[in-house]
């Protein structure tokens, strides 16, 4: 069976063959945005992004560092969201989005965020 995936009007339709018994989810990432790298240290700092931005990568180098993510300015705390380093993380992103982050514990690292749109 052919199956037609279309996700609003931001991506190009999607076909796909499954299995009826074995459903197949597509989540098509976008195009790359604007890149930043966002320094981490002991106070937060809060990035707006593009306001069309809907998802987006990021990594951590050098540190462990916390993230908070919303719709209005942003606070990262001890609190917020995990991104260890070295690891990477795809998010989704709420309408006019803005990033915090705070370094984790007491050594300074970058978080290299590449928009998704």
């Known amino acids: 069976m052919t199956q037609k995936i279309v996700d609003g009007?931001?991506?190009t339709e999607v076909y796909v063959k499954v299995?009826?018994?074995s459903p197949?989810?597509?989540?098509?990432?976008g195009i790359t945005g604007t890149a930043y790298q966002l320094?981490?240290?002991?106070?937060s700092t809060n990035t707006q992004?593009?306001?069309?931005?809907?998802?987006?990568?990021?990594?951590?180098v050098g540190a462990d560092i916390r993230y908070q993510?919303?719709?209005t300015t942003q606070t990262a705390t001890a609190a917020s969201h995990f991104i260890a380093n070295g690891?990477?993380?795809?998010i989704g992103l709420p309408s006019t989005p803005h990033i915090a982050i705070l370094r984790n514990a007491s050594t300074n690292g970058?978080?290299?965020v590449t928009e998704l749109l």
Do not use: H, I, W
């Open 69 to 71: 993510v919303g719709s």
């Open 24 to 29: 197949l989810y597509v989540e098509p990432l």
């Open 87 to 90: 690891e990477r993380l795809d």
């Open 19 to 21: 299995d009826p018994d």
């Open 49 to 60: 992004l593009t306001s069309s931005c809907k998802r987006l990568t990021m990594r951590a």
């Open 110 to 112: 970058t978080l290299e």
């Open 39 to 43: 320094a981490a240290t002991a106070t």
């Open 9 to 11: 009007d931001r991506y």
